[in-house]
């Protein structure tokens, strides 16, 4: 029987899936576990945590951010009309593929001047925002503007966005296993206006 365009399609998205799986694979294999563990006392120790990232990168830090509050921590998403001020004994965790990205490099620059903790989620230590952190957890993705197709065959940030994701859900799930709450616990937490 021959194949349809429908049967194509199927194949090419198929492969797409399997290669952005693989990335995924490949960059985890390649992470430095013991740069990114030193993460969790800060998240633990810190009197708030206060996460910011753009555009896609945003949105990853968005969505650890509900798994955060989920575990009793208190977390605020900077730019939402109910965030406080930052101060002193508060973690700014900021995201940046680029570490450049000026609105995020403004919020750690005004986060470090108030005394606050910057953890920054990035592909490099050589940028702005890794200038301002105490901490940096270097995940080795492709940035934006990087098109030329060697570290990554994904548009853009991608990899970055998916993995910063990736990373921080596993971050939750190790934060939770030290917790040892029982998920009905976590989930009384959970929205119950949406
Ligand atoms: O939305 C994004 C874009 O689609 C790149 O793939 C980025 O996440 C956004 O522009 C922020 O960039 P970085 O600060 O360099 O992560």
Redesign the pocket.
């Known amino acids: 029987m021959s194949k349809t365009p429908s049967d194509a399609l199927s194949t090419t998205l198929h492969n797409h899936l399997e290669q952005i799986i693989r990335e995924n694979q490949q960059l985890a294999e390649k992470l430095d576990f013991d740069q990114v563990a030193a993460i969790l006392p800060l998240l633990q120790q810190a009197n708030r945590v206060f996460v910011v990232?753009?555009?896609?990168?945003?949105l990853a830090l968005k969505a650890a951010a509900m798994r955060l509050m989920h575990l009793g921590l208190t977390v605020f998403v900077v730019g939402e009309t109910t965030t406080p001020a930052i101060g002193s004994g508060d973690v700014l965790l900021a995201?940046?593929?680029?570490?450049?990205?000026s609105s995020?490099v403004k919020a750690a620059e005004k986060a470090a001047a108030a005394g606050a903790r910057v953890v920054a989620i990035?592909t490099t230590t050589s940028s702005p925002l890794a200038a301002l952190a105490t901490h940096v957890a270097v995940l080795p993705a492709a940035?934006?503007q990087d098109h030329g197709g060697e570290i990554s065959a994904q548009?853009?940030?991608?990899l970055?966005?998916q993995s910063v994701l990736l990373l921080l859900d596993a971050i939750f799930q190790t934060l939770w296993g030290l917790d040892g709450t029982p998920a009905e616990e976590l989930w009384k937490r959970h929205a119950n206006l949406e």
């Open positions: 990232g753009a555009g896609r990168t945003g995201g940046s593929g680029s570490g450049t990205t995020i990035s940035q934006k548009y853009a940030g991608s970055f966005e």
